[in-house]
């Protein structure tokens, strides 16, 4: 399996919905990430875990909160949401230096 | 503070010509560059990486360069298709830090 899998591909949630993003990756990598992209930008990094622990916060907003439960799934937690948090949300892994990154498909996210 | 940079932003050519997509940056202590593409609203899909002691890597019609003490990488497409349309995102990773992306060329190839 050399696939980064995300769940689910669309999302319309409104601003006090609670919602979870699902990453998974059976590959063994031990680094995983969290980026979003708007639309004709380049993916901007939110989150790095790094053999399951938290290394890397790129200063989020704490409506967004992170968690990987294991090494295989990372899970991204939405809550309180604004309509400026829409975006394309990418998940990420990697093996350690000097591997390159795997991409999931993204959650296309709308907050209405 | 490693900086990537993309040019052109953006590429119109008829179907069937060769094309270069070029990328620099800023600090050359990398470990390697990744050339990704991405179809609109769609996930990353890596195209090639290139180890920092390399000078190329050839997938296909898809050749990539990479000059590390000039900071330079280009990505060569060989006889362009219209199925080759999409946006080419250059990153590269220096160890200590997640990868660092161009903001890409969106390149479009006319029938």
């Known amino acids: 399996d050399t696939e980064v899998t995300q769940t689910p591909k669309h999302l319309v949630m409104g601003m006090t919905n609670k919602k979870s993003l699902k990453c998974e990756q059976h590959m063994g990598h031990r680094a995983m990430y969290w980026y979003k992209q708007k639309a004709k930008k380049p993916p901007e990094l939110m989150f790095v875990y790094s053999y399951e622990k938290l290394s890397i916060n790129e200063s989020v907003p704490s409506r967004f909160s992170p968690e990987c439960p294991n090494s295989s799934l990372l899970n991204l937690h939405l809550h309180a949401l604004q309509p400026e948090d829409s975006a394309l949300y990418l998940c990420?892994?990697?093996?350690?230096?000097?591997?390159?990154?795997?991409f999931g498909s993204g959650t296309r996210l709308t907050v209405v | 503070k490693q900086e990537v940079t993309q040019i052109p932003a953006a590429l119109s050519v008829p179907e069937g010509e060769n094309l270069v997509l070029n990328c620099s940056f800023t600090d050359s202590a990398i470990y390697n560059l990744q050339w990704f593409r991405q179809d609109p609203g769609k996930g990353l899909t890596s195209l090639l990486l290139?180890?920092?002691?390399?000078r190329e890597q050839t997938s296909g019609r898809l050749n990539a360069s990479l000059d590390k003490s000039s900071g330079r990488s280009t990505l060569y497409i060989a006889a362009s298709q219209p199925g080759d349309s999409a946006t080419y995102l250059c990153a590269v990773n220096s160890g200590n830090t997640p990868l660092v992306f161009g903001k890409g060329t969106r390149l479009s190839v006319i029938a």
């Open positions: 290139i180890q920092s002691s390399q």
């Open positions: 990420a892994s990697s093996q350690e230096v000097p591997y390159g990154y795997t």
